[in-house]
C-alpha cells in the first residue's frame, strides 16, 4: 500500500512541475511543426524533442506536436496567427497520415513511461526507442518499434521485413499492439530459424 502512494505522490510531483512549465509557440508548415530558433534549443533540451535545422528552428514530428499541445508546452499558429487546438492539429496531420493516431497513442504512452522516442526507419519501423535518461548523440536505441492495430492482419512479409531490419541493427523489435480502448500492449518479436 505504501509502495502505491509514493507512486501516486511522484506522479502528482510530476503534474505540478508540468503545470510550471514553460510554454512556447511555434508555427504549422506543411505536415510540420517549426519552433522559432530563439526557444528551438530550449524544447529540444527539455526532452529530445524534434531535430534542429540548419536555420536553428526546430523541426516537431507531428506526434511531437501533438504531445507538446495535450500537455500545455506548445501552441501552434497558422500563418494567420489562429491558434490551432489538439483537435484541429489533429484532423491536420492525419490528412497526411492516417495512421496517425496510432503513432501517437503509442508515442505518448512510451514518453509516458520515460523513454526517449525519435522517428523510426521507414518501412513500418515507426519509432526508435532509447532507454531511460539517455543523451541523444552519445546513446544508440535499443529497440524498434512496430505498431499494429489490434484484430487487423499482419502480413507474414511485413513481419520478416522488419524483423531482419532489428536483427541486421542489433536492436530488439517491440511490437505496439494498439486495442480498440487505445490502450498498447507490447511484444518483443525475435527471429527464429529453422
Known amino acids: 500500500m505504501n509502495e ?12 505540478v512541475e508540468e503545470a510550471v512549465e514553460e510554454k512556447f509557440t511555434a508555427r504549422l508548415k506543411e505536415d510540420a511543426v517549426i519552433v522559432g530558433a530563439e526557444d528551438a534549443q530550449k524544447v529540444y533540451e ?102 499494429v492495430s489490434e484484430g487487423a492482419p499482419i502480413g507474414l512479409e511485413d513481419l520478416d521485413r522488419v524483423t531482419r531490419l532489428a536483427v541486421s541493427t542489433r536492436k530488439r523489435l517491440t511490437m505496439a499492439v494498439v486495442n480498440r480502448q487505445g490502450e498498447v500492449t507490447y511484444y518483443q518479436v525475435s527471429q527464429v530459424s529453422i
Not at 529530445?48 to 504531445?67: A, R
Not at 503509442?106 to 526507419?121: A, E, F, H, I, N
Request: charged share 30%; hydrophobic share 30%; proline share 3%.
Open 46 to 147: 527539455r526532452g529530445f524533442y524534434g531535430e534542429i535545422q540548419d536555420d536553428g528552428t526546430l523541426k516537431l514530428s507531428p506526434v511531437e506536436s501533438l504531445l507538446l499541445v495535450e500537455r500545455n508546452r506548445l501552441e501552434v499558429l497558422k500563418d494567420n496567427n489562429e491558434v490551432l487546438n489538439f483537435q484541429a492539429l489533429t484532423k491536420i496531420f492525419m490528412k497526411s497520415d492516417p495512421n496517425l493516431w496510432l503513432k501517437y497513442l503509442v508515442y505518448r504512452d512510451l514518453r509516458s513511461r520515460g523513454y526517449v522516442v525519435r522517428s523510426g526507419y521507414g518501412g513500418n519501423i515507426d519509432f526508435r526507442l532509447y532507454p531511460r535518461g539517455a543523451k541523444l548523440g552519445t546513446d544508440t536505441s535499443k529497440s524498434l518499434i512496430y505498431i
Open 4 to 15: 502505491k502512494n509514493e507512486l501516486e505522490e511522484e506522479n502528482e510531483t510530476e503534474e
